[in-house]
T-cell receptor
Framework: ETGVTQTPRHLVMGMTNKKSLKCEQH?????MYWYKQSAKKPLELMFV???????ENNSVPSRFSPECPNSSHLFLHLHTLQPEDSALYLC???????????????FGPGTRLTVL | GENVEQHPSTLSVQEGDSAVIKCTYS??????FPWYKQELGKGPQLIID?????GEKKDQRIAVTLNKTAKHFSLHITETQPEDSAVYFC?????????FGKGTTLSVSS
């Protein structure tokens, strides 16, 4: 595997279900991100992890719970979601966002989530 | 907070024509401005970026210009081809994050 991978690619869940999205980066990066992409809206930053530590939570509802066990893996745990949470969830990684300059973010293919 | 405006939202051109997409940002502290291309069913991919100490950058048919005083930057694609059809996003840095524009759907007809 190369780059940033995400599983599953598609997920349909009911509002009472609990599910998790997984992201893995094979680039040796230190920072990982979750974004939400809805139709007609900009990509919305949800969470930032730098060296496994959460450095940003962009006012995301608690029904979304991130987990970063190491610099290569990032999870997004979902519970009691609402239909308006249906969107494409994108994971990204970058080498060192705190370093000199600002480094490119590499995106995964996303998980298309539908909440019924 | 940082706000990035992107125009137009849709752009249709004939193959061989040029395409220009413009973005404005609000945070004068932003110092990194990438452009991403997103094809159907895929995540965004970086196509070109520019930092605040540079006014213009070019990579084959793609160029980006930055006017820090006016807080705007533009993507220029010359000699467009059908495979350039995609959604293009601009972004501006805000600390360790990127704030994205709403995207421009570019359609290149042959």
């Amino acid at each position: 595997e190369t780059g940033v991978t995400q599983t599953p690619r598609h997920l349909v869940m009911g509002m009472t279900n609990k599910k998790s999205l997984k992201c893995e980066q094979h680039l040796g990066h230190n920072a990982m991100y979750w974004y939400k992409q809805s139709a007609k809206k900009p990509l919305e930053l949800m969470f930032v992890y730098n060296f496994k530590e959460q450095t940003e939570n962009n006012s995301v509802p608690s029904r979304f719970s991130p987990e970063c066990p190491n610099s290569s893996h990032l999870f997004l745990h979902l519970h009691t979601l609402q239909p308006e949470d249906s969107a494409l969830y994108l994971c990204a990684s970058s080498q060192d966002p705190g370093g000199a300059g600002y480094n490119e973010q590499f995106f995964g293919p996303g998980t298309r989530l539908t909440v019924l | 907070g940082e706000n990035v405006e992107q125009h137009p939202s849709t752009l249709s051109v004939q193959e061989g024509d040029s395409a220009v997409i413009k973005c404005t940002y609000s945070d004068s502290a932003s110092n990194y401005f990438p452009w991403y291309k997103q094809e159907l069913g895929k995540g965004p991919q970086l196509i070109i970026d520019i930092r605040s100490n540079v006014g213009e950058k070019k990579d084959q048919r793609i160029a980006v210009t930055l006017n820090k005083t006016a807080k705007h930057f533009s993507l220029h694609i010359t000699e467009t081809q059908p495979e350039d059809s995609a959604v293009y996003f601009c972004a501006a840095s805000r600390g360790t994050a990127l704030i994205f524009g709403k995207g421009t759907t570019l359609s290149v007809s042959s």
